[in-house]
């Protein structure tokens, strides 16, 4: 059949199914090649025939039909009259083909009633470029009698096809709730994996910009929300005995409240299984051990586990950055591995789990692991540290190094990861996540990559929970996200060791940060105890020492403008209840003070 039109509905939904047929067919491969053969079979050619008529279907003319048309077609085909589909094809030399395409809309009118068309040739400009037109027409004429009739009275056509009306002819917009709840009885793909399991399918699916706005539009409803509450308050503060503000008041609450539940609500929507992350990583190792030479297996665990949607996407190339790494730089080949007593078929494990709000993500391979002294012998000679600063790094100081900008100890450019280069980049995406990455090692033994993110993000950073402090008469926000506890020291617990001040909190010596010293504000009177803050990001924490606790609200973001522009330490700034302007400190930024 001619491709008169391509839908651009249908071709997003093609190449949804498309992904998730071909997610199967991975998963599919990877059973096969685990010996589980004959579910395989079976799973895989459920797949595939789908797949085909998936691409059989986009070679066909797809009408978008509401309920409404889908009525008209079951009471017109209930009474015994003919549906069909009518594509005419207008020559390319014809003027005005808009135009000739609404006298075409007009004939078959006459002739039935067109109760679908694509493209809608009533809404098109007038200078369009249509050189194909299908309509969906209702008569009580043959299909040889209507093609007759078309081939005879329209004008300035080249081809004329008349055909049944099919079901794979219509996407509709709306689909029962009982269709929808009870399609996994089947036995497509959609119903069942591969491996021949069901799955439930009580899904809508929904376009990602469209979710996006609504997360935008939540997200500006969260703002004003604080701006009411704000006022409110005002109100009340000036106005304490008046019922109407007593009111107001309630219902900025109330208000509150509900909007609690759908940001909650609108969170969880964006929440998809690591399983789509982890979907191309098989492929991805299959082709790096092909190139390299390598005898590598892949294991993911967790792929049940949710993120954000948002997170996935920023995760992706970092991920298969240290996946790239580590097969081309950390797992031996064969030959190798069999000198050193190893299994000659290397091991990679990509892991997710849950940890309260966070997620943890490791990267493990079983290869040759990192060599400190390398790693401190290459960055004495790039110049990174010096050789009396390396001589007084731990191991672990030393190890942390391949995330300096520009670090590499290969010799030699791959192909696969270059010289070993982008760590740093990878730490970097994590920080912007909120996240911290680790590493341990062992030499001959193996690498560990440990990732630590929150599992969903804030649905606007416009808006976040802040504990307000004083430091010196100014105030700062500090994202809740990130305070771990409040104590206080008496100055006799403050030690310091090579020049940084220490304090034990929970049974572990942490580092305190003054921001008076590295924001130019004098620290005024010592106080016999020091207020601390404890930030955490991830597993690191940090001390913040500041000189007075106002109280935590939700605040509302401001960016510095470019007339200041980036000022390490701050995020941006916020407006008080009482007008007045607070900072709010980027705590990754801090962190590196």
Not at 16 to 40: H, R
Not at 271 to 282: A, E, K, N, T, Y
Not at 292 to 319: F, H, Q
Not at 515 to 525: E, S, V
Request: aromatic share 4%; net charge negative.
């Amino acid at each position: 059949m001619t491709n008169i039109f391509e839908s651009p509905e249908m071709t997003g939904a093609f190449r949804d199914e498309a992904d998730e047929q071909l997610q199967l067919l991975e998963n599919g491969i990877e059973k096969e090649q685990n010996g589980e053969t004959t579910e395989v079979d079976q799973g895989l050619s459920r797949v595939e025939h789908p797949l085909k008529g998936s691409s059989d279907t986009r070679n066909q003319t797809v009408f978008v039909l509401d309920a409404k048309q889908q009525e008209q077609i079951n009471q017109a085909l209930s009474i015994g009259q003919n549906v069909f589909v009518c594509e005419v094809k207008i020559l390319e030399d014809s003027q005005m083909k808009s135009t000739r395409a609404c006298l075409i809309m007009n004939f078959f009118n006459e002739w039935g009633t067109v109760i679908g068309m694509v493209p809608n040739v009533l809404e098109v400009p007038i200078d369009a470029d249509i050189s194909k037109v299908a309509f969906l027409t209702i008569t009580q004429m043959g299909a040889d009698e209507l093609e007759h009739k078309a081939q005879n009275h329209l004008m300035d056509v080249s081809e004329v096809k008349v055909s049944p009306y099919l079901a794979e002819n219509s996407q509709s917009q709306m689909k029962s709730s009982e269709d929808a709840g009870v399609r996994d009885k089947d036995d497509t793909p959609s119903a069942k994996t591969a491996g021949g399991e069901k799955r439930a399918v009580h899904t809508v699916r929904i376009d990602v910009d469209r979710l996006e706005r609504i997360t935008e539009l939540v997200g500006e409803l969260v703002i004003e929300q604080i701006r009411i509450a704000q006022v409110s308050n005002n109100l009340y503060n000036q106005y304490p005995f008046d019922e109407t503000v007593d009111d107001l008041v309630g219902i900025s609450n109330q208000v509150a409240v509900l909007i609690d539940e759908l940001q909650e609500g609108i969170v969880k929507t964006r929440m998809i299984p690591v399983d789509q992350l982890f979907g191309s990583f098989h492929r991805i190792v299959r082709e790096l051990c092909r190139s390299l030479n390598k005898e590598v297996s892949l294991v993911l665990e967790g792929g049940e586990t949710e993120i954000d949607r948002a997170i996935m996407e920023e995760m992706s190339d970092p991920l298969i950055h240290l996946i790239r790494n580590a097969i081309d730089h950390g797992i031996e080949n064969s030959e190798i591995r069999k000198k050193l007593g190893k299994p000659e078929r290397g091991t990679l494990r990509v892991t997710a789990l849950p940890d309260d709000s966070n997620v943890i993500i490791t990267v493990e391979d079983d290869g040759a692991g990192i060599d400190a002294q390398e790693i401190k012998q290459s960055a004495i000679k790039k110049q990174i540290v010096t050789e009396e600063e390396a001589e007084k790094m731990t191991e672990q100081q030393l190890i942390n190094l391949i995330f300096h900008t520009g670090f590499s100890t290969s010799q030699k450019v791959s192909d696969v990861s270059g010289h070993g280069v982008g760590m740093d980049i990878v730490r970097t995406y994590i920080e912007k996540l909120n996240g911290i990455i680790d590493v341990e090692t062992r030499p001959g033994i193996g690498t560990k990559f440990i990732i630590k993110l929150p599992i969903k993000l804030p649905l606007t950073l416009a808006i976040l929970k802040g504990l307000l402090v004083k430091i010196n008469n100014d105030t700062y926000a500090l994202p809740m996200s990130n305070v771990v506890e409040i104590v206080r020291k008496p100055k006799t617990e403050i030690e310091s060791i090579n020049g940084q001040a220490v304090a034990v909190i929970r049974d572990k010596a942490t580092p305190l940060i003054w921001l008076h010293d590295y924001f130019g504000i004098p620290r005024g009177k010592e106080r016999e105890n020091s207020l601390i803050v404890l930030l955490g990001i991830a597993e690191k924490r940090f001390g913040l020492v500041v000189d007075e606790l106002i109280g935590n609200q939700e605040i509302v973001v401001t960016n510095l403008g470019s007339y200041i522009g980036k000022v390490e330490g701050i995020s941006g700034a916020t407006i008080l209840g009482d007008r007045s302007v607070a900072c709010i400190l980027d705590v990754v930024g801090v962190s590196k003070i």
